[in-house]
């Protein structure tokens, strides 16, 4: 569905990403784990068109990305909820969330809505608040539902257990596993490593912008090396 191949992509013609190469199937959930300074960040620009990449390719559904601007590519149905809970915290929950369907979707967004208070009932709770004034758990799942809006066939999601408690931290890893569940494709980008790798089916390790371990996230999950040699912990 995804497919990656040595992906060159920076900041003013320095690289970050020094030829990543890597895939996500219909269907499936996979990690993305790195360190801070990894380039997940950068790498998560690339794929939604938010920054140009200097080198190699990108393809969704057999189509190459390049030259397709960020709404184009959320047209598509690859989706990002960015990391850092970027709502717009003047406008109400509800306004958030139907922001979601602005570039896809847009007839079915009442029934979306509604799925995603099925998902979130705390959102449907405060459909009139203004998004700033919730928590940061709940601006969190705002994020996610907005995603959801456009129907994506592939969710990218940034960090979602960033910042949230260690028992929003559960709460949350256990939505994504019911979010995924509906037949959507995942692309997990985490710091949080053993979590991510129960979820997942597969998972990549990104260092220095280059990835520098893959497979089986029950594999990696038993590698001793894994978290000492490349995620610093
Ligand atoms: P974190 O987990 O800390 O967010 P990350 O893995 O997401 O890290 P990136 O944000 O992709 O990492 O950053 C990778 C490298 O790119 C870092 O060295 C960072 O300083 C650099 N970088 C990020 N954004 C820019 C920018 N706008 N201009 C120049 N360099 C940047």
């Known amino acids: 569905m995804l497919e990656i191949r040595d992906l060159v992509a920076g900041y003013g013609g320095v690289p970050v990403l020094r030829g ?8 499936e959930i996979v990690a993305v784990l790195g360190a801070n300074g990894a380039g997940k960040t950068t790498l998560n620009r690339a794929i939604s068109g938010l920054i140009r990449p200097d080198g190699g390719s990108i393809g969704f559904e057999g189509r190459a990305l390049a030259g397709l601007s960020a709404p184009d590519i959320v047209a598509l149905g690859l989706v990002h909820v960015p990391e850092g809970r970027k709502i717009f915290p003047n406008m109400s929950v509800r306004e958030n969330l139907e922001l979601g369907s602005y570039r896809r979707a847009k ?7 509604e799925r995603v208070f099925a998902i979130f009932p705390r959102l449907k709770e405060r459909t009139g ?17 907005r995603g959801l809006m ?8 940034d960090e979602p257990s960033l910042g949230l408690s260690p028992l929003l931290v559960e709460e949350m890893f256990a939505l994504v596993a019911r979010i995924a569940a509906d037949g959507l494709a995942v692309m997990l980008v985490e ?15 990104l260092e220095n912008g280059a990835i520098a371990m893959a497979g089986a996230a029950g594999t990696l999950k038993r590698d001793p090396t894994l978290m000492t040699t490349y995620l610093g912990l």
Not at 150 to 157: C, F, G, H, S
């Open 20 to 27: 990543v190469s890597l895939d996500v199937r219909a269907g």
């Open 107 to 113: 007839a079915n967004r009442a029934a979306n809505l």
């Open 129 to 145: 608040q203004s998004a700033g004034t919730l928590s940061g758990g709940e601006q969190q799942m705002l994020a996610i539902g």
């Open 150 to 157: 456009a129907e994506p066939k592939l969710l990218i999601m």
């Open 191 to 205: 710091q949080n490593v053993v979590q991510s790798l129960d979820l997942a089916a597969r998972a990549y390790v």
